[in-house]
């Protein structure tokens, strides 16, 4: 008999571990849903720094985790946002460690042209809102740029119409920056292209544009979607040259448009607002030139007109100076008769006095005059002395100051030899007004004994001769000894007298 029974029987149902039933689960999921597409709205984005991808793909009664790995995240052509729908591409697995099934996503696409122009508005206004599309920071296209940067592809058609309508309007030189205009790697080309050439200094190795062009051709809104992106975007509006947006045809609009500072509905239209036509800025410049020939010509003649309307109101130089000449005739006629009257009275006035002067007279007057002139020549010996000894060192002076001119003459320079020639003759002059000579002159004499300069009665008296200089000569004279104070003559050759001259 046993102590315990089972209360009820085991059965045949196999027993399994957690990690089993979860393997299990998770080979059925990935066999049976190894490559699906998921359409659903997307929640919850989250992008750590790992790289990877997580967010929610749901609809209105279910979600679904879903996670892009970071090279398969780095690979989408559109990135996730809150709210977009779209259609993602993928396989779906499990996760054991917290026992919930999500989905690998590959790629992803947006679920129609709805749900991408939904995302473009949203973008569309969160830039605005930052001010990357104000019309304040739109910088002026220059008129006639010397260098042209195009942002496109190399092999397209549109390089090709932008440099012919370049060519047929103004030919300008083109550098071109090869890039994607379409795919994953369209955006981060074209926003390298555009930050690349501002890059480039004025004076470098490769020469700096005065305009961008960033130009592609027409296509839907998924083949322009790089043009949209956020980078591309903000290079557009950080651009240092003005830049020139040429994305799509006419109606195709992109986010870069309106962060260029200008738009051009087409490739070609982009060149024709580069420059201007080369033909009409030749006829506007010949028309400029022939209006202002014409205008210069209306010019003169108006003022050749009223200088001779002023002309008419002014009197003949001939008639203002007839007056003048006719007194100069007149003054001139009479200038002869009066001449010769007045010499005629002056001669009769010195033939009167003429008649009176007696030779004896004179010869009375000149010896009172020459002991006159003895005696204050006596009292003026001390002074003239000590002006001729002044007279003659300044004369040595002036002597070698000439000499140091007359150097200097002969180095100078005409315009220097001129001043000094001045300078030199006005010297001379000082120096004649200076000399003794010209003391002389104003009725002064120098008295010498024995060939030596006296200045005292006593050195005159005890001299053998005495030479006394007047401004015209020497005179020879004897002293002759007498009472101080009263100089006596020597010999009196003074005629008898023969009354008053005059």
């Given at each position: 008999m046993e102590l315990f029974e089972d209360s009820e029987p085991t059965g045949n149902a196999p027993e399994f571990t957690v990690s089993e039933i979860s393997g299990a689960v998770?080979?059925?999921?990935?066999?049976?849903?190894?490559?699906?597409?998921?359409?659903?709205?997307?929640?919850?984005?989250?992008?750590?720094?790992?790289?990877?991808?997580?967010?929610?793909?749901?609809?209105?009664?279910s979600v679904i985790a879903a996670v892009s790995w970071k090279g398969q995240a780095a690979r989408m052509s559109v990135r996730p946002e809150e709210g977009m729908e779209v259609i993602a591409t993928g396989r779906l697995t499990t996760f054991p460690g917290q026992s919930k099934y999500q989905l690998i996503v590959d790629d992803i696409v947006p679920a129609g042209a709805g749900a991408l122009m939904m995302m473009l508005e949203k973008r569309k206004a969160a830039f605005a809102a930052e001010g990357l599309f104000a019309p304040e920071r739109k910088k002026p296209i220059p008129y006639l740029p010397e260098l042209i940067g195009v942002v496109t592809s190399p092999s397209g058609a549109v390089i090709r119409d932008i440099l012919h309508r370049l060519r047929d309007r103004f030919p300008r030189h083109v550098l071109i920056w090869p890039v994607a205009v379409q795919g994953d790697k369209c955006a981060p080309e074209v926003a390298a292209a555009i930050r690349g050439f501002n890059a480039l200094r004025p004076g470098g190795p490769i020469p700096r544009p005065d305009l961008l062009i960033v130009a592609r051709g027409g296509g839907s809104i998924e083949d322009l979607w790089g043009f949209n992106e956020e980078v591309v975007v903000r290079a557009a509006a950080e651009s240092e040259i003005p830049l020139i947006s040429a994305v799509g045809h006419e109606t195709d609009t992109t986010l870069i448009d309106h962060a260029a500072d200008r738009r051009a509905p087409t490739p070609t239209a982009a060149a024709e607002m580069a420059v201007p036509v080369r033909m009409e800025l030749l006829a506007a410049t010949a028309d400029f030139s022939a209006r202002l020939t014409r205008a210069i010509a209306n010019r003169q003649d108006q003022r050749r007109q009223r200088l001779a309307d002023l002309a008419r109101a002014l009197g003949r130089p001939e008639g203002l100076t007839a007056p003048s000449r006719q007194r100069l005739d007149l003054w001139a006629e009479r200038l002869g008769p009066a001449l010769r009257a007045a010499a005629t009275a002056k001669r009769a006035g010195f033939n009167a006095v003429g008649g009176r002067v007696q030779p004896g007279l004179l010869?009375?007057?000149?010896?009172?005059?020459?002991?006159?002139?003895?005696?204050?020549?006596?009292?003026?010996?001390?002074?003239?002395?000590?002006?001729?000894?002044?007279?003659?060192?300044?004369?040595?002076q002036r002597r070698d100051r000439l000499a140091e001119l007359a150097g200097r003459l002969v180095a100078a320079p005409g315009a220097r030899l001129t001043a000094l020639s001045e300078r030199l003759a006005a010297l001379d002059r000082t120096r004649q007004t200076l000399g003794y000579r010209e003391t002389l002159r104003r009725g002064y004499a120098v008295v010498r004994a024995d060939d030596r300069l006296v200045t005292s009665r006593a050195a005159a008296e005890g001299a053998r001769t005495l030479e006394v200089e007047f401004h015209d000569g020497r005179l020879a004279a004897v002293p002759v000894a007498g009472p101080p104070g009263k100089p006596r003559r020597a010999r009196d050759d003074t005629p008898p007298d023969q009354g008053q001259l005059l």
């Open positions: 998770k080979r059925l999921i990935e066999g049976e849903f190894a490559h699906v597409r998921v359409r659903g709205e997307i929640s919850r984005v989250s992008r750590p720094s790992s790289g990877h991808l997580y967010f929610d793909l749901k609809d209105d009664r010869t009375r007057f000149i010896g009172i005059e020459r002991a006159r002139l003895a005696e204050r020549g006596a009292r003026l010996a001390p002074a003239l002395a000590r002006l001729a000894r002044d007279a003659h060192r300044d004369n040595t």
